[in-house]
């Protein structure tokens, strides 16, 4: 144990880098929130307001109509995914997740661009925008992702010998599914389920940039209250509710995870027979085509001027014009976002990998302290965290209101917790046989951990690092309340460019969402290369 | 009465079974006998259900179930690893079968589970068995729905050795109560020995030889058969090979002399490799407290009554 204290107290010192950085940009900005939210009868006000009711109630049902709609249009294609083996499975994986990195603004202006009167489908269900509609469209084109992975995983350990021996004993193909794989992959269902619930529950961009003026989830609400209204005080207290509910929901998702039954299959994939063929492509086919139209339609739409093809939307990105929705020149939002995406990245990887490093070497009270704390800020919403900023950092000691700072670092608030679920399975997976392998050799620990833990684990902190870039490039919610006017980032400008009549400007939003869309897959393609199955669901 | 008639099975450009014909009569054990990749887990499938044969019938009782879906055959099928489902307890994975016919269920499960001596397991979860206890349920569960053909994938496959030679006396006590038709798959030759009424040897997907264990055992059809069967002792014949099976050897004052090359302890007695004068190499089983040692002349004595002559495979 002797040997042991000077890295305990090395550790701890440590641990003060995310502990301060979680603490004065988490914390305090949400503590300041809810204390602002419980002053006088603000939260009772909101409650009893009939318009903030209706909020309330819409952003119930909508989140519960968008899971239940996200499921039943992901399960067919995790079940395809999990049992069969196919030329091109590998790319349908691949178009599977590519919504759920995209940035929340390029989804909606995706479906503007799909819905909207010139769009492929804005003569037969042109009525859906602005409306619920689209939103719920949105949310499953969004989420389909988080259910198809996580189930297609889950039923990929099920041994198909499971279903075959109900089958023997008399169920049929579905029964067989139901009886046996279904009650199996529960957990996993139940778990993606509450993640897409939760998600759309929260939801910004799209409810702000699809739902038209009438409708508005409750962060939605928070933002106008603060844009339109400036009242901070209405804003924190929905706010309050907004946690709540959210807190509530993680309560009760908690409670129906039921244990999982893990037990591997030797190959649960095979090739498709005879009428199976069939029933795959009819699965995929549609798939494919609702995941694969809005990108399309976006890249299109970005090089259709009117008449022919042609650049004029990506040169007007160039110019700054009198009038404009920005105050600067288009291609200055794409100087900030990557400048900001970097910066967010580096603090990301520093605080998630000191929390990830010390979550996964020790169960100590820390550590799972630790991760929790970085873990948190994953199911506080965007909105809360920015109106946090607002509210606490805005007066002496600290005001940073107008510091452009905040942004990156709102940002890598939100990353930090995806490094840390992203760094500490990798480092547990590692065996310890090989620290000891290279102690027995003469190794130090700092030396252990320079030559076996980072060697190792560098695969893994380069997808935390691509995703933490992406995170930040298309972060919406909180940089809305942060960046300043003249300061904006991509999907601000895409935000402004949308909020805007005339074709110049849907065609800039369009240019500017192909653009940060090609940024993001790019990201996510290298992503896809360095992860070497070590890595999550997701 | 199961009717195999010319199955054939493709995966692809594969064939795995070539053509199989066998039948199986009720209250009979069959056993399909032939290493990995023969084909015998295929055929078993298919009369399952579980793979569309690309050719021929299979009947039960005269009727034509080639294309009858897996749920409607109502045969009984034990897999190798069990495929037990783990969020169901033991009564409620075997009342499994029951519960798809409608029928009631506990009745029946306690009877089962006594069959195969697990009463009062009812209420345990798989996970929590023992390997040999999880076959047992794995039988129980394959039976209860009152099956009439009984289908088992290697069902002591993945079992140690001493426990599946305990639980192969068992089982084939346990299938004879029974009384219904069994199609049992091994790879393990003493397991298919002790167990079957009647012996079908596959090798690439066709079959190599069929027969009572001891026709087999005693007229092994070809080269192949008499290796996969285990037999060490194959001597250049001029009508192909001469298997010379462990008991029709032993030392002694008559037969062929020779000199001992090697001498091999295997637990219930030694094994003494002979290189018989003129050639031939052979392995004798010796038990008694005089054994020779390398170097050592002997002769060695053949009993023909007991030999066979088998063709060679390419």
Redesign the interface.
């Known amino acids: 144990m002797d040997r042991d204290r000077p890295r305990l107290s090395g550790s701890g010192l440590l641990a003060t880098v995310p502990l301060a950085f979680v603490g004065l940009f988490f914390v305090w900005p949400v503590a300041t929130v809810i204390a602002e939210g419980l002053t006088g009868a603000g939260v009772l006000e909101v409650l009893g307001d009939r318009r903030l009711q209706r909020v309330a109630w819409f952003t119930l049902w909508q989140a519960a109509v968008s899971t239940v709609l996200t499921i039943a249009v992901a399960l067919p294609g995790a079940w395809a995914l999990a049992r069969f083996r196919f030329r091109g499975r590998a790319v349908v994986w691949a178009l599977i997740t590519v919504p759920f990195v995209l940035p929340t603004v390029v989804v909606a202006s995706a479906f503007v661009a799909v819905l909207g009167p010139r769009g492929p489908l804005g003569g037969p269900l042109g009525g859906l925008l602005p409306g619920v509609g689209a939103i719920l469209a949105a949310h499953v084109y969004f989420n389909v992702a988080v259910v198809a992975r996580t189930v297609a995983n889950a039923l990929g350990q099920v ?1 198909p ?2 279903e ?10 579905w ?2 599914f139901r ?2 794989s279904l ?2 992959v529960r957990p996993a269902l139940v778990a993606a389920a509450s993640i897409v619930f939760l998600f759309t529950f929260t939801s910004f961009g799209v409810v702000l940039l699809l739902g038209g003026p009438r409708r508005a989830t409750i962060d939605v609400e928070i933002w106008r209250q603060v844009a339109y209204f400036l009242d901070l005080r209405t804003a924190a207290a929905l706010a309050v509710v907004q946690l709540v509910a959210v807190v509530a929901c993680l309560v009760v998702a908690g409670r129906m995870q039921a244990r999982v ?1 893990p ?1 591997r299959a030797r190959d649960a994939a095979r ?1 498709p ?2 009428a199976e063929r069939a029933v795959l492509a009819a699965i995929l086919g549609p798939t494919l085509a609702f995941l694969v139209t809005p990108l399309a339609v976006v890249a299109y739409r970005s090089v259709d001027v009117g008449g022919g093809l042609g650049l004029t939307f990506y040169r007007a990105l160039g110019t700054s014009r009198r009038g404009s929705s920005l105050f600067v020149p288009p291609e200055a939002a794409i100087r900030n976002s990557v400048t900001y995406a970097a910066i967010a990245t580096a603090i990301a990887l520093l605080v998630g990998g000191i929390t990830a490093g010390l979550a996964a070497y020790r169960d100590r009270r820390t550590s799972r302290l630790l991760d929790l704390l970085v873990m948190v800020p994953l199911g506080t919403s965007a909105v809360t965290l920015g109106l946090g900023f607002l509210l606490a950092l805005d007066e002496p000691p600290l005001d940073l209101r107008t510091w452009w700072g905040l942004v990156p670092i709102a940002h890598a608030l939100i990353a930090a917790p995806f490094v840390v679920r992203i760094v500490v399975p990798a480092l547990r997976s590692i065996d310890p046989r090989l620290r000891e392998a290279a102690a027995v050799l003469g190794a130090s620990p700092v030396r252990v951990r320079l030559a076996v833990d980072v060697p190792l684990a560098s695969r893994a902190v380069l997808v935390a690092a691509g995703f933490a870039f992406a995170i930040s490039l298309g972060e919406f919610g909180a940089t809305l309340f942060l960046a300043r006017p003249d300061n904006p980032t991509m999907p601000i400008a895409i935000f402004r460019f949308l909020g805007q009549p005339g074709p110049l400007n849907l065609g800039q939003a369009m240019a500017m969402s192909t653009l940060l869309m090609l940024v993001t897959a790019t990201v996510i393609a290298g992503i896809e290369r360095f992860r070497a199955g070590s890595v999550g669901a997701f | 009465m199961l009717e195999v008639d010319g199955v054939e099975v493709r ?2 450009d594969h064939v795995a079974v070539a053509g199989v014909s066998m039948v199986v009569e009720r209250g009979e054990v069959v056993c399909l006998l032939g290493p990995s990749g023969s084909g015998k887990t295929s055929l078993l499938r298919a009369v ?3 793979e ?1 044969p690309a050719a021929g019938a299979i009947r039960w009782d005269g009727r034509d179930v080639t294309r009858e ?9 034990v ?1 190798q ?1 069990f ?5 169901r307890s033991v009564a409620a994975n075997v009342g ?2 029951l519960r ?2 409608g029928e009631p269920v506990e009745e029946r499960v306690a009877e089962v589970l006594a069959l195969v001596g697990l009463e009062g397991y009812g209420s345990r979860m798989p996970s929590t068995l023992s390997g040999g206890e999880q076959q047992r349920v794995a039988l129980a ?2 039976v209860a ?1 009152g099956c009439e053909l009984l ?1 088992m994938d290697e069902p002591l496959g993945s079992l140690d050795r001493p426990l599946r030679e305990r639980l192969t006396g068992e089982l084939r006590a346990m299938l004879h109560d029974l009384g219904v038709a069994v199609v049992h798959v091994t790879h393990d030759q003493q397991e298919a020995l002790a167990i079957a009424d009647r012996v079908v040897v596959l090798r690439d997907g066709r079959v190599a030889q069929a027969g009572t264990p001891p026709e087999v055992w005693r007229r092994p059809a070809d080269e192949f058969v008499a290796r996969f069967l285990g037999f060490a002792n194959l001597l250049p014949h001029p009508d192909g090979l001469l298997v010379v099976p462990p008991d029709a050897v032993s030392l002694g004052p008559e037969g062929e002399p020779g000199t001992v090359t090697a001498v091999t302890f295997r637990g219930t007695g030694f094994a003494v490799t002979v290189a018989v004068d003129g050639g031939a190499s052979l392995e004798v089983p010796v038990r008694s407290e005089a054994i020779p040692a390398p170097g050592d002349r002997v002769r060695v004595a053949i009993e023909a009554r007991l030999t066979s002559v088998v063709p060679v495979v390419r």
């Open positions: 041994d010998q499971l075959e021996a109900a089958r023997s004993l008399g169920a049929s193909r029964t067989a009886e046996v009650p199996l039954v037990r090739r027979v005879g | 995966f692809g399952a259900g579980l569309t879906p897996t749920h409607r055959r109502g045969f009984g099928l897999f690893d495929a037990l489902f783990p969020h499994f079968g798809m016919r569960r394959a729905p289908l």
